[in-house]
Nanobody
Framework: QVQLVESGGGLVQAGGSLRLSCAASGRAFSFYAVGWFRQAPGREREFVAGVGQFTGSTRYSDSVKGRFTISRDNPKNTVYLQMNDLKPEDTAVYYC???????????????????WGQGTQVTVSS
């Protein structure tokens, strides 16, 4: 399995931007579909964005589409989540997850991912 470490979280004002990073070790990241999830206090963890293994296809939740961009840099074994126009409702702990099952697109359900990072806090003030 691959080990994942998120970074880049922090406190930002509404309308601001952050870029989260998910760094992998243990195996070439290019073999993995990667997803970003988030969990706000008192709420279930939800899918945010995902990127596929070989085609690099991306998918987003409706709540972040047009504001967030997921990308991957395979030589650096890193996946990024660029978050623009942040809103207070984006406040959550953000997790990256990876799975090497071959699929046409990154899955949006957490149960399809076998490896998880420890999370990074994103707080958006109004």
């Amino acid at each position: 399995q691959v080990q994942l470490v998120e970074s880049g979280g922090g406190l930002v004002q509404a309308g601001g931007s952050l870029r989260l990073s998910c760094a992998a070790s243990g195996r070439a990241f290019s073999f993995y579909a990667v997803g970003w999830f988030r969990q706000a206090p008192g709420r279930e963890r939800e899918f945010v964005a995902g990127v596929g293994q070989f085609t690099g296809s991306t998918r987003y939740s409706d709540s972040v589409k047009g504001r967030f961009t997921i990308s991957r840099d395979n030589p650096k074994n890193t996946v990024y989540l660029q978050m623009n126009d942040l809103k207070p409702e984006d406040t959550a702990v953000y997790y990256c997850a990876a799975d090497e099952t071959l699929r046409t697109a990154a899955p949006s359900t957490e149960y399809d991912y076998k490896s998880w990072g420890q999370g990074t806090q994103v707080t958006v003030s109004s």
